[in-house]
């Protein structure tokens, strides 16, 4: 019954290496395509990142970038069809879980990795109390009586600092705010202790006050238990604070990745220098926001050479000819630019 | 809740009254003697006419006689046939036999409607999904006379898997048939809501936390799917009841059950009106109370519905 809802992938022949590297969660080269009707969205070309026990990755992009498709594959929540992994490998303490059989796959998840979603209102079940959606997991996975599953879930509640956690349990998901919403989503996530969080835009469809205090709580509730995180969004403002890496995706593939301290320095591609340029700044008030000019590309028709060529103020013909690889940039970046250097090394 | 189980309980009042009167009216209305094939070649004589029109009175108007019928029915009185029988002792033992088979009808079609719907709902276009659509159109499209003599011929007389008509004692194990024919057309329509309402959640953001969760298919489907699929499901069977009841009389026909639809065909041949009027009378109770009885369960479904 396990292939009805989610379709485990497991076809022979993926290219990876396969070693250990001693790496938490590793994504290498991960293929995923969409076959639709009017024909074949190519949604992840070859993302590799991985992160690390303690680690907060922030994967950044814009929508449709294929940032929360690949969370999804991690996971092995990806709506199949017409979702379907082409390629690559998605290494969990070194063994790959597309290769897993449904049910070693199943135990992971919650327990070795996690998922907060976006919108906490569709993503918890609207007939059950918030109280049994916690509780559950400590049933089912780890067998504990009705009454001690409830005792472990207020816990829960009470760690993600929801007031009055223990008259909270028996509330429905409506019956929160947003933000209490999004926290007892939290708790959910973190009931099982698992190694690693995703957060699948975690704050964006909240206030920007409540937002502060989200993600306050994750990085908090993140160093405390020295999980590795993966925080995917779209906003730049979100994950300075937070996160140790970037990596900035595009078009389906990370087109730079460095240290949240060098990315916003001195960006090492166009669409990074791009993004960070569009925020709006106080002393420009007034003025035009600046953006980037044209659109994502058809993901079912991706331009040749790099993706990013159409929309680049810098692009060269061999832009159009030539896909750029992700390559070391200096000693702890890399970058999917042909002008990396140039990027990098200019004043 | 209460106050909106009492204003439902209320609002019972006026249906009840309107459509009692409307299907006493349409039996008034329908021509012929009372009188007629009571007494024989000859007729019957003049002093019995006077002493039967009078008991009945059957001489006064529509609205006298609706009221002094209302009257004894909320004293618990259904009223006596002509040949002096005490219509709720027809009640007591046709109801009970109808109301039997129409829950096993029930559950048969909940049991595979719902079964069929969740296996197809989470399968599309599969081999599976392909069978039961095809042959829930069957069973919608068949009459179902057609499908009662069929399972009957069938089951009771070519293969003797079951006896082709009910004893009197009517044993579940006998009913399961009858009520299988009885319940075919709705076990189709449930099948294919369900397919559909499973098919609909099945790709909702709730299930896929749930699997995000860890949890086993088993229960995503059969909790967290389920429970939100239900509510189209849990109409349709609640206000199947009545209809199964008052749609048994060609069920009851074929497979010899002792039944409301049986006294009601009687009753209306011998212009029986006071048996018609409270055999329905009874039916729409069962109607009424059953649609209350639905919507007090969307909210216990769906916690979001709230009544005040």
């Known amino acids: 019954m396990s292939d009805i809802l989610v379709s485990e992938q497991s076809a022979p022949g993926f290219g990876g290496s396969g070693r250990p590297s001693g790496r938490l969660l590793e994504v290498e080269d991960l293929r995923v395509e969409f076959r639709t009707r009017d024909g074949v969205a190519k949604v992840i070309n070859g993302v590799t990142y991985h992160v690390d026990a303690g680690e907060t990755l922030a994967v950044l992009g814009e929508s449709g970038s294929g940032k929360s498709v690949t969370a999804q594959t991690i996971m092995g929540i990806l709506d199949t069809p017409p979702g379907f992994v082409t390629g690559g490998q998605v290494r969990f303490h070194g063994k790959d879980m597309l290769r897993m059989s449904a049910e070693e796959r199943r135990r992971i998840r919650g327990e070795g990795i996690a998922m907060i979603f976006q919108d906490s209102l569709s993503a918890l079940n609207p007939v059950f109390t918030v109280g049994f959606q916690i509780a559950e997991q400590f049933r089912v996975r780890r067998g504990m009586s009705r009454a001690d599953a409830k005792k472990r879930a207020i816990e829960m509640l009470d760690q993600v600092k929801i007031p009055n956690a223990k008259g909270r349990f028996s509330n429905y998901p409506h019956q929160f705010s947003g933000g209490m919403r999004q926290r007892a989503m939290i708790a959910m996530s973190l009931a099982l202790d698992p190694e690693v969080l995703i957060a699948d835009e975690p704050t964006t469809a909240l206030d920007v006050t409540v937002q502060a205090q989200i993600m306050d709580l994750l990085g908090e509730l993140q160093r405390e238990r020295r999980m590795g995180m993966i925080l995917i969004t779209h906003d730049l403002g979100v994950v300075a604070d937070v996160a140790d890496r970037i990596a900035v995706m595009y078009a389906g593939r990370i087109v730079e990745e460095a240290n949240v301290y060098e990315l916003y320095r001195k960006p090492a591609h166009p669409y990074t220098l791009g993004l960070l340029d569009s925020i709006p700044r106080m002393d420009e008030k007034g003025q035009e926001l600046r953006t980037i000019k044209g659109l994502p590309p058809n993901l079912m028709n991706i331009p040749p050479g790099c993706p990013f060529n159409p929309r680049c103020p810098m692009a060269q013909p061999v832009c159009r000819e030539k896909v750029p690889p992700l390559l070391q940039v200096g000693t702890s970046r890399a970058s999917a630019c042909h002008f990396a250097e140039e990027l990098v090394n200019r004043d | ?308």
């Open chain 2, 1 to 308: 809740m209460g106050r909106y189980l009492l204003r439902r309980l209320l609002q019972l009042i006026p249906v009840f009254i309107g459509t009692t009167f409307m299907i006493y009216a349409l039996v008034w209305k329908v021509p012929g003697d009372p009188f007629a094939g009571k007494c024989g070649d000859r007729g019957c004589p003049d002093n019995f006419r006077a002493l039967m029109t009078e008991k009945y009175q059957l001489d006064q108007s529509i609205w006298v006689q609706y009221a002094s019928y209302m009257k004894n029915l909320f004293q618990g009185d259904f009223g006596i046939t002509f040949s002096g029988r005490p219509i709720n002792d027809i009640i007591a033992t046709s109801y009970p036999n109808t109301l039997k088979l129409a829950v096993v009808a029930l559950t048969i079609e909940a049991v595979i409607g719902l079964g069929a719907g969740v296996l197809t709902g989470l399968r599309r276009n599969g081999f599976m999904d392909n069978l039961v659509l095809v042959s829930t159109l069957f069973l919608i499209a068949l009459p179902v006379f057609v499908i009662g003599f069929v399972l009957q011929w069938l089951f009771g007389v070519k293969w003797h898997i079951v006896n082709p008509t009910v004893s009197n004692e009517m044993r579940i194990s006998e009913l399961i048939l009858p009520g299988f024919v009885l319940g075919s057309a709705s076990m189709a329509y449930i099948a294919r809501v369900a397919r559909t309402s499973i098919a609909e959640n099945r790709r909702a953001d709730y299930v896929r936390t749930a699997i995000a969760k860890g949890l086993p298919m088993r229960r995503v489907v059969g909790v967290h799917l389920l429970r939100n699929s239900l509510i189209p499901v849990v109409t349709l069977l609640g206000t199947d009841l009545g209809a199964l009841m008052g749609g048994a009389i060609i069920t009851e026909g074929i497979f010899g059950i002792n039944g409301i639809g049986r006294q009601v065909l009687r009753a209306i041949v011998t212009k029986e009106s006071a048996t018609v009027v409270s055999i329905v009378v009874v039916l729409v109770l069962v109607y009424l109370l059953m649609n209350l009885l639905v919507d007090l369960l969307y909210a216990a479904l769906d916690p979001r519905i709230r009544y005040e």
